[in-house]
């Protein structure tokens, strides 16, 4: 049997030594360098920086800020996909967008460096071991960063990014994401801080409602909470659809299945995840109320062409039951109930058969159909109700470059050459009759 080695004595490690003792020399100067960008971003002389000792710039960033994490708040279940997908592209945003750009300063500088600077700048603690010079240099830096809201700004830009991520990563018929307020948290190191951004969910509100002798299910549109903004569901008032209704009230605003269903069938160039910026978009931000053809109201399914302008892609029919407006399915835009629909059927007489057959009923029409090759269709969809906006939306759907379907322009193409056909020979028969020939 083996003998037990004897046991070295443990003995405790001493303490006494500083924890910058750690700290690179590479990675102070990296973070002097970012430091200096940062101060000449914001109007400082960063050369005041040299005046500092060794000692004194590793106390600055002896524990540093270390880019935000996204995790779900306690009580809350996300999906471990989604948090990860939130993180990747968060981080993405902050190394891409920048601050400064003149100076080199990304967000990522300023999640980084620019909090570790506020935080210690702002600590007593470090300003006592300074000569009265150097605490004169960190009051005026302090001051700056005090006065230009430095961390409210670094803190509205992550949340607007992850606002935007959540947007889209929200269902009305499933599950409403938001974020509460930051928190600070120490690394497992001891030596890095980070951001926590904590992901709260809402669960989808139902309403069942009778509508032509059938139960239907909808879903409340809503945006999910935004730091202190609260969880809210879409609203309109009655007034904006009736302006002579003497009793004037606020709508709450239901989707239903079909319509989400409709949207994504139609509208099939647009991603996924995509829908719910429409829904908020379209259902409570915007809210342009157009009339149809046949007087019937009509809610404007919009999306955004630029950071100014917005257009037209469809359209929500809808229906009023007691406090909720709800609607019942989207139809496309050249639809025969819509208003450029209408045009279309009146100057081409189309039915609704031949829209369908043509696929002229999903919005991948017009990027897989060259109607610059087809004169009537060209004539009354582009010349007159003006819709070649569609080919400059969502160019990250066709490479630049890729052509057109060729096969589906040939096909639309031949369906409107044998229309011409026909309609030549109905007027030359009508304009040239054939005489009746006379009994001898």
Request: hydrophobic share 40%; net charge positive; aromatic share 10%.
């Amino acid at each position: 049997m083996a003998k037990n080695k004897k046991r070295k004595k443990h003995t405790e490690v001493s303490m006494r030594k500083s924890i910058n003792a750690s700290l690179s020399k590479h990675h102070v100067d990296a973070c002097i360098a970012t430091a200096k960008r940062i101060m000449k971003s914001l109007g400082e002389d960063e050369s005041k920086f040299d005046l500092f000792t060794k000692r004194q710039r590793q106390d600055i960033f002896c524990v540093t800020f270390i880019p935000p994490r996204v995790m779900a708040a306690e009580g809350h279940m996300v999906p471990r996909h989604f948090l990860k997908y939130i993180q990747e592209q968060l981080l993405i945003f902050l190394k891409r967008e920048y601050f400064s750009q003149e100076n080199n300063v990304t967000w990522m500088d300023m999640a980084t460096i620019g909090i570790t600077l506020i935080m210690v700048f702002g600590t007593e603690k470090f300003r006592k071991q300074l000569a009265p010079q150097q605490q004169e240099i960190i009051d005026q830096w302090n001051m700056k960063l005090i006065n230009m809201s430095i961390y409210g700004n670094i803190q509205l830009e992550i949340a607007k990014y992850v606002r935007g991520s959540l947007l889209l990563l929200s269902q009305p018929n499933f599950r409403i994401y938001g974020q509460v307020r930051n928190d600070c948290k120490i690394a497992s190191n001891k030596t890095s801080m980070f951001e926590s951004i904590k992901i709260v969910t809402h669960e989808s509100v139902s309403y069942k409602f009778n509508y032509r002798n059938r139960e239907r299910k909808a879903f409340l549109i809503a945006m999910g909470q935004y730091l202190t903004d609260p969880y809210r569901g879409a609203t309109i008032p009655i007034k904006k659809i009736y302006p002579n209704i003497k009793q004037d009230r606020n709508l709450d605003i239901y989707i239903q299945s079909h319509a989400i269903h409709r949207f994504k069938e139609r509208l099939d160039t647009v991603h996924p995840v995509m829908k719910n910026d429409f829904f908020i978009l379209s259902l409570m931000a915007m809210q342009q109320l157009v009339t149809g053809p046949e007087g019937t109201h009509l809610i404007a399914c919009i999306t955004p062409i630029s950071s100014s302008e917005t257009k037209t892609v469809g359209y929500f029919t809808f229906t009023i039951d007691g406090n909720k407006l709800l609607v019942l399915t989207l139809l496309p835009l050249l639809s025969r109930d819509v208003p450029e629909g209408r045009v279309l059927y009146e100057r081409l007489k189309l039915s609704e058969e031949d829209i369908k057959y043509l696929g002229m009923d999903k919005l991948s029409f017009f990027y897989e159909v060259d109607v610059n090759r087809i004169p009537a269709l060209k004539e009354v969809l582009y010349d007159e109700l003006h819709l070649d906006y569609i080919n400059q939306m969502y160019n990250s759907y066709r490479e630049k470059g890729t052509p057109f379907d060729e096969k589906k322009t040939l096909f639309v193409k031949n369906f409107f050459q044998k229309i011409e056909e026909h309609r030549s020979i109905l007027n030359r028969d009508v304009a040239d009759p054939e005489e009746p020939e006379l009994d001898e």
